[in-house]
């Protein structure tokens, strides 16, 4: 061994040996096994350092066995680590103490066949990522040096002969394989490849392990939910499970801050204990999602000791009703959700995996996501089915931000197996997941998978993979044993409060009724090459999917690959492309209704001028028809690595347009003009006397026509103030013109919106137009030079700026809030598309 390691491993001896001191009278104790951890292919002689939480692929690369997975090509030349088996160990040291204790190893995620031996012993077999598994090992452990090993056999290889097996095939054609394995494996269905990310199929300990140590009582839950709420109070149910050694009497005390809620004892038997109580909150404050008010939360101090053991813990949850809405109406059926009794308008996006490498994702990557979650002034996100169960930092930093959370069971556009033997795996994973889930207040559905009812009904795989009848009647009646029984009874069981939606969407969209009743996914822009102008047309119920591609930029682009390959169709590029209609389909598009520049960096910075242009006519065109639509998530927020995709922030967070846009068109009050219709459309609950001003003006800022009219906007509304009569434009060349629509309340702007009656290829933007850049105390100062209109003026900062890709009018400055430590050489570059005007 190392001089290094042998050090290291002594003061962790006597670190453990000094807490367990301190420790033991007193608290539970765990120590987690983070950290020297080594790996071996299985049967090699060589142990290579390995890395807890972490994966095979990033423990090569760490090593330097393989190239950076995400680089060029790569994933190609490393798809063979899939199909090996590899050894993860561990040694590590027992006081004597401990060795007193009772202990219990906690293996928070595996992924996916697992098996532990712990000194030779085997004492787990697992089999699904989505698990925690939990092992009592006192009797395994030893004073001294201890050794933990874990066999990870590979995940393709492993359910070959269930593949084999099978009759019939069940498609999965996200997974890029000649054999497509992966819905017999409960593993994130995305790292068998997405049209949005490469296939890597990933082995290891994917989240912490620990052994906790205990002496008179273990607690093997502790939960803390609502069970009532009205104005004048919140009822408090704590229900803890306590298995203890002896029969003896313990203390328990619940605190809000200096406030005691419970303080009791309790007669424990020996073995399990079910122990409860309630308390009440007067005057609670609600927990609001963002936009609607605060997400208040509480925090409580939970107590737990006998003379010889404390247990602690801090519990933080939020008073709210959510219900899901779905009642017969005038059109169909409605679908929105309510949220503390008031009908709340979803705004938001489709979340996936930050990573292909999920235990590289550390807490200030969730902190960032989220924030800017909450900074696009979104209010739910769908935790979509082909990825993860995600870490619990993800839903307290929902909770924190009022993001409500649309969860998705994982399963994604595949057909599973029906055999008892997985349906008790996927039971004992939704077990794990809806308790673990259930009491933060953002949680606001259970959704039972994506897209597999709209698959079974339109995608034609009956055909395609020659079902027989018997077939198809076995398939079918499997999908209803998993997502119309055992997933319905789970929720019930463990989460009444909570809604249960079978699949989403409802309907599929070629389907009339998709836009009259459920959720929809539209994907007639994009998959059906039709005009974004369909997104005024198709507006649906709850538009749960719906999106359009762009290029994340440069820095991102050239993360991996050299400045040889910026170019659409080099290697590195088409390896970043996942869709197998993608480029040509931006490309198509961008003909529509941009100039398509030769110059690759021009090109993708129009690509991210297209995807918010598309999408901002389907986000107004929805909140438009509020009440009759609810609900905006877009297709998708994020992405698992640097690449092509429909994403509004790329793998690195930075803001793609379309992300500005969504913050924008997802304020509380939103003007839009549907043809000369001009609307208000208000999320506030409350009424708003408002001044609504129209200027039309020239691109050289001219006004041409001047409205302002008194409104009175209500709550939770969208409605027509005003018609731009033909008259008024007529006469005046369109494709010079604009609108500049401003909302005011008293002196206070409640929002802004700018409208050409062309589409950005027929504009006659001015030329030899320039910004005009200066820093005034803490902002960014830009105006056009000649005072001519420049439109979606793109700054390349090594900074993000609050605002980019706008449009600067014609006279005016736009002002962006910066750092005291700004300065104009941030500006790295800067792009606008009167440059690009042919
Ligand atoms: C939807 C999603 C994903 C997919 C996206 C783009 O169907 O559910 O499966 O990535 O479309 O094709």
Redesign the pocket.
Known sequence: MHMHTIFKNLITILLLAFSACQNAEQNDQTIELSDHWQFQKEGDAVWLKANVPGTVQTDLFANQLIDNPFYSDNELKNKWIEKENRVYRKIFFITEQQIKSQSELVFEGLDTYATVFLNGHQILVADNMFRTYKIEVGSFLKFGENTLEILFESPVQKVIPSYDSLPYRLPAD?DRNEKQTSVFTRKAAYHYG???GPRYVTMGVWRPVNIKFWKDFKVIENRLHQIQLSDSEALVSWEVCIFSEAETQINCSINLGNEEKINRKFKLIKGVNQLSDTFGIVNPKRWWPNGYGEPSLYAFDIKINTNKQQFTEKKKIGFRTVELITEPDSIGESFYFKVNNVPIYAKGA?YIPQDNFLPDVDSSRYAQIIQSVKEANMNMLRV?G?GIYENDLFYDLCDENGILVWQDFMF??SLYPGDSVFLLNVEAEARDNIKRLRDHPSLALWCGN??INELWYNWGYQKKLGYSKTDSLKIWSDYQKLFNRLLPDLVKELNPEISYWESSPKIGWGHPESMMEGDS?Y?GI??GKEPFEVYEKKVPRFAS?F?FQSFPQMSTLLSFADSSEMKIDSKAMQAHQK?SIGNETIAEYMKRDFPVPENFEDFVYVSQLVQAFGLSKALEAQRRAKPKTMGSLY??LNDCWPGIS?SSMDYFGNWKALHYQAQHDFATFLISIDGHSVYVISDSLQEVDATLILQMKNFEGETQFYKELNINVKPNSSEKFYEILNSTIAGYPQNQFFIEAKLFHERQLLAQNIFYFNSPIDLNLPLNVNPVFEIRENELLIWSETGGLIKNLYLESSVHLTKNFFDVLPQDTVRIPVEKTFSLSDIKSFKTLNALQK
């Open positions: 996200n997405w049209d949005w489709n979509w082909g994604a556009c994506n897209e996914h994907w994009w998959w999917e999106g869709s297709w998708q429909w």
